[in-house]
């Protein structure tokens, strides 16, 4: 069985404050240089054990998958490669992850490779998806403290059966005094088709903008808010136009033609960008602190993350699986990623 919740939560606690009890944040030096925001679907980063509080089990040696701990491995090698790579081995700041399945697949990423040299502190609860695969968020305890976090549960009241990922919210600090709301997102996908899914994601959009909008009405100047995940929806669709549609939040992946990249995902010809970083305003025009370094809003896309589409042309991303079909790649999404500096 999965760590229990309180568990997971206790383990984050002594993570973060174990080390920061001994020297005050708020004492260390003044924060310079650059902190890079991330994100990434990992594409079912599953643990290779059966999970007996789930009916869905496929990925597991049994399963239809036939996912063992050599797969896994693997997995977890190219993830931590990949981090490396779009981090240019320098510590993220935030993280943002979706397609998890647990606290045993993160602390393997995290801490149990060269990743383990850059101080990350991990963010995961329980969600509610059918497969089990979750959102979570990964910070550097030299960079950032952690202050508060919840997982915003996605309630539909027309379905009470209805039951996706959870929505992130993770409430961090830097050196400086400056706070960062962070939501971490991988909205309900389009599975049963686009049209007959777009009010789910929708009703993602409202929750989020639900909180986004109680967190302004709380403060006395407009708090810095980054916004990020799988919306399984372009910066076109309505769902993303809710969200923005106000002024107080500028999606930073709507200028598709400076991203350095078409996409971050493939669907037969055409790539599209389902992954994308959304800021609040006081990022962008704030002439002091923490904001964002003007056009660093980035697609990552290293020549490993493909392999030739003999079908569609061109390239296409290298999975994990195809179907049933094993690969021994990455992910059917590329990492996204901004970078923000100091004024």
């Known amino acids: 069985m999965k760590p229990s919740a309180t568990l997971k939560i206790l383990t984050v606690f002594l993570f973060v404050f174990g080390i920061q009890a001994i020297i005050p944040f708020a004492a260390m030096a003044q924060q310079t240089g650059e902190m890079r925001v991330a994100f990434w679907n990992m594409e079912n980063f599953f643990d290779p054990f059966v999970d007996s509080t789930r009916v869905y089990n496929e990925f597991t040696e049994e399963g239809g998958q036939h996912w063992n701990y050599r797969r896994f491995h693997t997995k977890r090698n190219n993830m931590y490669k990949a981090i490396l790579a779009f981090s240019e081995n320098k510590p993220l700041a935030v993280f943002g992850i979706a397609e998890v399945e647990n606290l045993f697949v993160l602390n393997m990423l995290f801490t149990q490779t060269p990743l383990k040299n850059h101080n990350y502190r991990i963010v995961h609860y329980e969600g509610d998806d059918r497969r089990g695969i979750d959102v979570a968020l990964v910070y550097c305890i030299d960079k950032l403290q952690l202050i508060y976090s919840e997982g915003i549960k996605l309630r539909n009241p027309h379905n009470r059966k209805f039951r996706s990922r959870d929505i992130l919210y ?49 403060s006395s100047a407009m708090p810095k808010i980054i916004i990020m995940g799988d919306f399984n929806d372009t910066p076109e669709d309505p769902s993303l136009q809710a969200l923005t549609k106000d002024g107080m939040l500028v999606n930073l992946f709507a200028d598709t033609g400076k991203l350095g990249f078409e996409g971050t995902l493939k669907h037969q010809y055409n790539w599209q960008i389902f992954d994308q970083i959304i800021v609040s305003k006081a990022l962008i025009n704030k002439r002091k602190g923490l904001v964002y370094k003007t056009k660093s809003a980035t697609i990552y896309h290293g020549d490993f993350l493909f392999v030739k589409d003999e079908t569609y042309g061109g390239l296409k991303l290298f999975r994990t699986y195809i179907g049933p079909k094993y690969q021994g790649g990455y992910s059917d999404h590329l990492p996204v990623f901004i970078d923000l500096i100091y004024k």
């Open 170 to 218: 993770v409430k961090l600090a830097d050196r400086q005094g400056d706070t960062l709301h962070c939501f971490v997102n991988h909205w309900p996908s389009r599975y049963g088709g686009e049209r007959e899914t777009v009010n789910l994601r929708l009703l993602a959009a409202n929750i989020l903008k639900h909180k986004v909008d109680s967190l302004v009405s709380a």
